[in-house]
């Protein structure tokens, strides 16, 4: 016995020990120097970096002298492979504001501009008419297929004269893969640039010779043909949403930052194709992009909201998908206030495939597939549970667990699963039952039936609750019941829409809950877009070519519409900055669906602002949005102290000026920076009032007054001085001060606006207030 209790202490002392020891393994880190002063010296800083890495690195290990990356055009900075104890020392460097583990980011993986063209009630003809085609909208994302039609140039004219990119030839990209349209290219790799002392004192830059910005994956080519594909007659997806496909702002170009695969995105890479694309003359950056939910970092930590940050000093505007961890609260990601971040909804059209019983009735099903059943046919029914294979539970079985069928009972059959177990997706679930021999899969699942899953030519469909309780007591009122799954069809004029996408992220705010998020919302649900002709056995229909169009879900899709939107407003205002295009969309933003009624989340319960952020965009309003907030550099700068920077790393983010935080800073302050939104992170009942101030500026008519109306949640009382703003000129700016009592308020969020109106132009400053 003693000798065992010592064996154990020896092993508990050894883990401590080794635990307290720092990791010696070097990995990919971030060294994030903030701001460039003007006049910066690009070999300069590379120089000093190299300098600064001889520091802290062993001579005996010279050879990890070397800059993965290097930031030097909107910021500066040098991504490196350094040990912990190396990054630690690094750290505490003069001029060094964070240095940071290089992640992997996630991607966040037609009809749709005719929805929202639709939902704005103005004639859609002026849409397109009154686009400039200088405006360039970078894309971050997997890359691009350039034969597709969607980046057709015919039609457009010479490149704008201030850019400043290229267009990167690889192993299977040309430059004469880039056009008009297309008119940049570029790509990276996990080791894209590396900078080494060279032994004449300077330094060498090395780039890798292989890969290209071809796409791959499809991922980027959809989200740029989303923001700005030339329009294509006649498009669809074998068959299906057959119509006409174009982008937000079809006359924009694209620029393409090749920085992620199929595995995700290095945020290394990720921020360098930020600072190129702000280098290179963009004038809105789409990121489909970011960080898992559940391990955000501070703003000063994230490569998103960094390069984000100089973007926007640059006047770049960036907008990135708010992430897919929905329906959950603060789960939405890319929530800086410099950053619009985006929900994603429903549009009127879906795709159907009815279920035929062997008793005559026909239920309506959810899917995308190219099955070749018809109704005259029938075959066996079962359900998961009654054909589990030997010693497998029967709830793996009724979830089509892997592995849970057994193939003699399920073959030749249409198995019933539900959806209890959101580990398992549908995809595994469909390669289940398909490996099980099955003729077909019906999914029961209400939260997922309202994205159509893509099966194939495997016959699939998906229902809710109440569908699947019908299939279920048919099932017990026969001794055979039997069944077919019939191919997909377009459902068009859908209602109610649009609707919350269920894996949209919510808010609030992880990082913070006094910054309104996300902020608006836009299509991401069945997006039909361009994509690379796929040959994946069980992708494409039998008989036919790989399709060069394809059907997507996420807020990846609904991020690139919210771009090609801001495109189209740069287009009309050239001398608008991100934050007024950003407050045009959102105060303009729709709060209703197709039949009038106040917007749904995909649980049919009213959708709140954290849910769907300011309400769905309408680009056609947000060209005339009568009053826009300006949130200011000062504003963002203040957000950071009331965050809790320190004074002296707020100086280094920026260059050039001798700000200085307010006096007695708290997180509470920053519901008062100038934002189209308010939130209230916490107001308790013995509060007597919490005041914040807004300024807005007049873009419509000279001489207009507008009046305020406020829409306030049950026990809380908000009132607006004054509750009328007069305007004698363009560009004259007015504040108002609102105030919240919550006194007789239950716990919890509650919603309301704040609406402006001169007769002509309708302003909603939506509001969250958290009651305690």
């Not at 898992?292 to 998908?321: E, K």
């Not at 879906?350 to 959810?366: A, C, D, E, M, R």
Request: hydrophobic share 40%; proline share 5%; aromatic share 8%.
């Amino acid at each position: 016995m003693a000798a065992l209790l010592l064996q154990l202490l020896f092993l508990v002392l050894t883990s401590l020990s080794v635990s307290a020891i720092p990791n010696q393994t070097p990995e990919p880190y971030v060294v994030y120097m903030g701001g460039i002063p003007e006049g910066g010296d690009q070999e300069a800083f590379q120089a000093s970096h190299l300098q600064m890495l001889s520091s802290v690195i062993p001579s005996d290990e010279e050879g990890r002298v070397s800059l993965t990356q290097s930031y030097h055009h909107a910021f500066k900075g040098f991504s490196a492979m350094l040990t912990e104890k190396e990054a630690a020392s690094l750290s505490g460097y003069d001029g060094v504001v964070s240095v940071f583990r290089d992640r992997i980011l996630r991607l966040h993986t037609t009809r749709s501009w005719d929805f929202l063209e639709a939902e704005s009630g103005i004639g859609s003809e002026r849409l397109h008419d009154r686009a400039s085609n200088d405006v360039i909208i970078g894309i971050i994302d997997t890359g691009i297929w350039p034969e597709s039609p969607s980046f057709s140039d015919v039609g457009m004219g010479k490149t704008p004269s201030r850019w400043k990119g290229t267009c990167m030839e690889g192993s299977d990209f040309k430059n004469s893969d880039c056009n008009r349209k297309l008119i940049g290219a570029r790509y990276y790799t996990s080791q894209a640039e590396s900078i080494r002392p060279a032994t004449n004192g300077s330094h060498t830059i090395k780039v890798n010779g292989f890969g290209s910005a071809r796409d791959s994956v499809g991922h980027g080519t959809h989200t740029a043909s989303t923001a700005a594909g030339t329009v294509v007659q006649s498009a669809s997806y074998y068959g299906l949403a057959r119509g006409v496909a174009k982008g937000g702002c079809p006359s924009s170009r694209l620029a393409i930052y090749k920085a992620c695969s199929l595995g995700g995105c290095a945020s290394s890479t990720v921020l360098k194709a930020i600072d190129d694309a702000v280098d290179d003359g963009v004038d809105v950056i789409s990121i489909s992009i970011g960080m898992s939910s559940a391990f955000q970092t501070d703003f000063l930590s994230d490569p998103i909201a960094i390069g984000a940050f100089h973007a926007d000093q640059r006047g770049v505007m960036v907008v990135c998908s708010g992430g897919n961890d929905g329906p959950d609260p603060y789960t939405v990601v890319n929530s800086a206030p410099w950053i619009l971040t985006v929900a994603a909804s429903s549009i009127d059209r879906t795709f159907q495939s009815q279920i035929v019983l062997g008793n005559g009735s026909v239920l309506k099903g959810f899917a995308i597939n190219f099955s070749n059943l018809s109704s005259s046919e029938s075959f066996p029914l079962v359900f998961g549970g009654d054909v589990a294979a030997e010693s497998t539970p029967v709830s793996e079985a009724s979830n089509c667990y892997p592995g849970s069928l057994d193939a003699d009972k399920a073959a030749g059959k249409i198995v019933v699963c539900v959806g209890a177990d959101p580990t398992v997706t549908r995809r595994v679930k469909k390669l289940v039952a398909q490996g099980a021999g099955a003729k077909g899969l019906i999914l029961i699942d209400e939260d997922e039936k309202g994205v159509p899953f893509d099966s194939g030519s495997f016959p699939f469909s998906e229902v809710g609750n109440d569908v699947g309780a019908q299939i279920l007591e048919y099932m017990n009122s026969t001794k055979k019941p039997s069944a077919v799954i019939l191919p997909a069809e377009d459902a068009k004029e859908f209602k109610p829409a649009p609707v919350v996408a269920y894996f949209s992220a919510r808010g609030p705010g992880g990082l913070t809950e006094a910054i309104l998020k996300p902020d608006v919302m836009a299509p991401g649900v069945s997006i039909v877009a361009a994509s690379i002709p796929s040959s994946d056995i069980g992708d494409v229909p039998v008989g036919k070519k790989p399709s060069s169009f394809a059907i997507k879900s996420g807020t990846s899709m609904a991020c690139p519409h919210v771009a090609g939107a801001a495109a189209f407003i740069k287009s009309s205002h050239p001398r608008w900055s991100p934050s007024m295009i950003r407050s045009a969309l959102m105060t303009t933003a729709t709060t209703t669906n197709n039949l009038g009624k106040p917007l749904t989340s995909n649980s049919g319960a009213n959708a709140s602002f954290h849910d769907m952020g300011a309400g769905e965009i309408s680009p056609l309003r947000a060209l005339s949005p009568g009053l826009v907030f300006e949130t200011t550099t000062e504003d963002y700068l203040r957000f950071l102290c009331y965050y809790g920077y320190k004074e002296q790393v707020i100086r280094s983010v920026i260059t050039g000026t001798n700000f200085s935080c307010p006096s007695d800073p708290a997180q509470d302050l920053i519901s008062n920076i100038n934002y189209p939104s308010i939130s209230i992170a916490k107001l308790e009942g013995k509060q007597t009032v919490v005041k914040v101030s807004r300024t807005v500026t007049n873009v419509g008519p000279a001489n207009s007054t507008y009046t305020a109306a406020v829409d306030a949640p049950s026990g809380i009382v908000v009132k607006v001085s004054p509750e009328r703003l007069a305007f004698t000129k363009r560009w004259m700016k007015a504040s108002y001060e609102v105030s919240f009592d919550a006194t007789d308020a239950t716990r919890g969020y509650g919603y309301g606006s704040i609406t402006w109106s001169d007769g002509a132009h309708t302003v909603r400053n939506g509001f969250a207030v958290n009651a305690m």
